[in-house]
């Protein structure tokens, strides 16, 4: 039970603004426990689709946040960020999952007031899609004999 808090902390966070490497943990487990890849395939998802709610929300607030000394992105981080999202909308959350740009994605999409709804499911398919590949290399399914 403490490795799937262990997964989930690590999954959460690597979805925010902490330099954590998610896939690591999970990559560790599957191979201590391959059988269990379900589980941890829900729970790192969960984990960093949760981290993502929390740059979403930042991003509705960020009005009042964004001159905060400890604010992660600077104007012109967050200006890219924004004409990016705005030149392929809602279809950019699929690259939630990149290193580097899915964190401010997310946070811009909150910015923008993009649905819930939606940032939730396209959030999910881009996370769960990237954990899922992750599991796959890990337990060998994409060898052929």
């Not at 391959?34 to 829900?42: I, N, R, T």
């Not at 604010?71 to 890219?80: D, H, K, N, T, V």
């Not at 939630?96 to 939606?118: H, K, N, Q």
């Amino acid at each position: 039970m403490l490795s799937l808090w262990a997964l989930f902390l690590s999954a959460f966070g690597a979805a925010t603004l902490l330099p954590l490497q998610s896939e690591a943990v999970l990559v560790g487990l599957l191979l201590r426990e391959p059988h269990a890849w379900l589980c941890l395939l829900l729970v790192a998802t969960l984990g960093n689709v949760l981290g993502s709610v929390v740059n979403w929300l930042l991003g509705r607030a960020i009005e009042h946040l964004r001159d905060k000394r400890w604010f992660p992105f600077g104007a012109s981080q967050l200006e890219r960020a924004q004409q990016r999202y705005q030149r392929w909308g809602p279809w950019s959350l699929l690259l939630s999952w990149m290193p580097v740009i899915g964190d401010p994605l997310t946070l811009i999409a909150g910015i923008l007031r993009e649905p819930f709804w939606r940032f939730l499911l396209l959030v999910t398919l881009a996370k769960g899609g990237r954990y899922l590949v992750v599991v796959m290399m890990t337990l060998g399914w994409f060898h052929t004999r």
